[in-house]
């Protein structure tokens, strides 16, 4: 079963507008991770957010947290054409020993910005 | 770009052959991974690897097998391909917390 699940599956929006996707999860976790993919390639690394921290941004990416609702949210501010790409979170689970790194994947948002 | 590189990157094969597919990388890390990717239902793990000789299995691991004889490589091997099996494949490996994905293999099984 996905740990993660995603919200909404699809997002259509024009250039310089905010783009907000939602994801859920349900186990504890010790980090939590959104990747990006462009269509026909592999994943792409955005950002990490630990357990214990609330928000974190990297460039035009901002990223929250909030385990008590087990709930993270990917924000991309002045979004343009070229951030045209399905977004997917990932989770670490801090249940049950070693994870040795397995990430758990959401269904994605596609994101869609005009120009 | 952390050295990772599939093959094939794309495969045509009938139900019941044997496949096997290749991820190689370039850097030495431990851990190495092979998802699946369908529409709707994300990356799904298949089985993963912590050093050579060390594998164990992920979500989606029936029908699959992996080996890793070096550090380098990481095979994947579907014993006796089923149409279910028609996917893209993705190869990763791990470092910083981060993983690192190879461009995929797509595989049709008719």
């Known amino acids: 079963s996905q740990q993660g699940e995603e919200d909404p599956q699809a997002l259509s929006i024009q250039e310089g507008e905010n783009a907000t996707m939602n994801c859920s999860y349900k186990?504890?976790?010790?980090?939590l991770q959104w990747y990006r993919q462009n269509s026909g390639r592999g994943l792409v690394h955005l950002i990490l957010i630990r357990s214990n921290e609330r928000e974190k941004h990297s460039g035009r990416l901002r990223v929250t947290l909030d385990t008590s609702k087990k709930s993270s949210s990917l924000l991309i501010t002045a979004s343009r054409a070229a951030d045209t790409a399905s977004y997917f979170c990932?989770?670490?689970?801090?249940?049950?020993?070693?994870?040795?790194?397995?990430?758990?994947f959401g269904q994605g948002t596609i994101l869609t910005v005009h120009p | 770009d952390a050295g990772i590189t599939q093959s094939p990157r794309h495969k045509v094969t009938e139900t019941g052959t044997p496949v096997t597919l290749r991820c190689h990388q370039t850097e030495n890390h431990r851990y190495m991974y092979w998802y699946r990717q369908d529409p709707g239902h994300g990356l799904r793990l298949i089985h993963y690897?912590?050093?050579?000789?060390?594998?164990d299995k992920g979500e989606v691991s029936d029908g699959y097998s992996v080996s890793r004889s070096k550090t380098e490589d990481f095979l994947l091997t579907l014993e006796s391909a089923t149409s279910s099996q028609t996917s893209v494949y993705f190869c990763a490996i791990s470092a910083q917390n981060e993983q690192f994905f190879g461009p995929g293999t797509r595989l049709t099984v008719l």
């Open positions: 186990t504890s976790i010790n980090n």
């Open positions: 990932a989770t670490v689970s801090n249940a049950g020993g070693t994870s040795y790194g397995k990430l758990t």
């Open positions: 690897s912590y050093g050579v000789k060390d594998t």
